[in-house]
């Protein structure tokens, strides 16, 4: 990176992802992104809480505090990395670098993964490793966790309940991608702030890195034997998996790839701080269409049916179509958003800077319709909850 792009970057990281040093001005949204499992909605909020939500009503059904302060030494809370789902147990990744899991019925606290938390703490004191990447489950008793160290760790899960490292991988910067596993090979692939696109095997052995001279946000995606991400370089990459070399990449961007792709048909959805989402053939990256959703996209967008739905960081909700880029519904959350889209058959999912969590059913005719009367407050006893809603959309 030049040093005008790490100025412009440390900029957009103030500014996006230590949002917990605002109080109460986003009222308990922080960057996590929902998740849907068995009927229950689960979000980790910025004021280091997991909260459970009836997926049908939109109403709390239990709250856990993450309890991140560790005798004064840490006093952010925000929580960034997305819940997930392990041995009847919901578990989150905290700012001190912990892994925290609670039993899914009761939100009581039942296992903490203790020995990141004292090698983390150890190497910042002064900051701490945000786990802003998602945790993911490796195979049925392992699972991989990535951190703002640089390190990927690797965790088998025990008889006793508990967590055991397995084997670590460090990179040369920070880790907030979320790592993927190619199925076939078993290699865990990830980028990192250092430029690098690593793939390790389950030893925590490299297997190949390619550099790209520029910051790696957006988690990559795989399709048989190719790896697609984007970086800070404004350019988009399409890998070999087995080698690491290069097959083609797209350069047109005008901004910063910072979210997810997705892809969908054989086309890749690349969001971009343009506030453009560019559509890109896999197999040569040449772009079919550009569509402006006017202001900077931080979020990966999800496909259901034939839309594309996707957020601005102003708080728009779009719907095209995603061939045509035809716009077919909108909804103005007017309000910013930070966390992805998380999609469960026809429904979508999103926290936002408000303090609230909204649910949206979308109708065949591709708008948006509210799933809840009224959105769910994440601050505990928030008023808002009680109060009459005029629905946004």
Known sequence: ????????????????????????????????????????????????????????????????TSLDDQNGKYTSKAIYSKPFVFDEKVFIGTPAGRVLGFNRLSGLDEVSLQDIEEK????????????????????????????????????????????????????????????????????????????????????CKLNWQYNTESSIVGTPILDKNEVYFGTLNRTFYSLNISTGELIWKFD???????????????????????????????NNGQIMWKYDGKDPIVSSPVVINDFLIFVTKNGELQVI???????????????????AIENYDDMIFIQVSDGSVRGYKIKKNGNPDELWAKPFFTPEDDDRNNEDWDPSC
């Open 252 to 282: 047109n961007a005008k901004g910063w790839f910072w979210a997810s792709p997705i892809m969908d048909s054989n086309i890749i959805y690349a969001p971009n701080l343009d506030g453009s989402i560019y559509a890109l053939r896999k």
């Open 120 to 203: 983390i703490l150890m190497s910042e004191e002064s900051y701490g490793p945000i786990i802003v990447g998602n945790i993911i489950l490796l195979n049925r008793n392992k699972i991989i966790v990535p951190s703002s160290n640089g390190e990927i760790s690797i965790f088998s899960y025990n008889e006793s309940e508990m967590f055991e490292p397995t084997c670590n991988f460090k990179a040369k910067d920070a880790i907030w991608t979320t790592p993927i596993i190619d199925p076939n090979s078993n290699q865990i692939i990830f980028g990192s702030m250092d430029g690098n696109l690593y793939s390790i095997d389950e030893e």
């Open 1 to 64: 990176m030049t040093l005008f792009n790490k100025l412009l970057f440390t900029c957009l990281f103030i500014s996006i992802f230590l949002i917990s040093c605002t109080g109460n001005r986003f009222q308990g949204s922080g960057w996590s992104s929902p998740l849907v499992d068995n009927n229950e909605v689960f979000i980790a909020t910025i004021d280091g809480e997991l909260i459970s939500i009836d997926l049908t009503s939109g109403k709390e059904k239990w709250r856990a």
């Open 321 to 339: 179509h995603k061939e045509s880029k035809r716009k077919l519904g909108n909804c103005d959350i007017d309000h910013k958003i930070y966390s």
